[in-house]
């Protein structure tokens, strides 16, 4: 079992930024990725980010790239997303997630809330 804490987010006014920060404890040793999937208003739960734990690799999705950066603390198993120049569309609450070894279920954190005014 992997448990995740999320904490950050807040409101922000467009063209601003925000920090979220993930910290992974329980079976972290079983951890593949970890990332985060937004979900706003009416809409569907959709991939922002991830980054693999083994090497560092990330990987973004289209809608972020050259605004969010995701980075990662081993030591700590903590995850970090750096949203630099936010737009209106990004507001939604962001779920950090991790990828266990052995299993294509997920592990989610609770989630927490951005919201980007324009």
């Known amino acids: 079992q992997v448990h995740l804490v999320e904490s950050g987010g807040g409101l922000v006014q467009a063209g601003g930024s925000l920090r979220l920060s993930c910290a992974a404890s329980?079976?972290?040793?079983?951890?593949?990725?970890m990332g985060w999937f937004r979900q706003a208003p009416g809409k569907e739960r959709e991939f922002v980010a991830r980054?693999?734990?083994?090497?560092?690799?990330?990987y973004y999705a289209d809608s972020v790239k050259g605004r969010f950066s995701i980075s990662r603390e081993r030591a700590r198993y903590t995850v970090n997303l750096q949203m630099n120049s936010l737009k209106f569309e990004d507001t939604a609450v962001y779920y950090c997630y991790a990828d266990p070894l052995g299993s294509d279920n997920k592990f989610w954190g609770q989630g927490t809330q951005v919201t980007v005014s324009s």
């Open positions: 980054m693999r734990w083994s090497n560092g690799e990330p």
């Open positions: 329980g079976r972290t040793d079983r951890i593949l990725a």
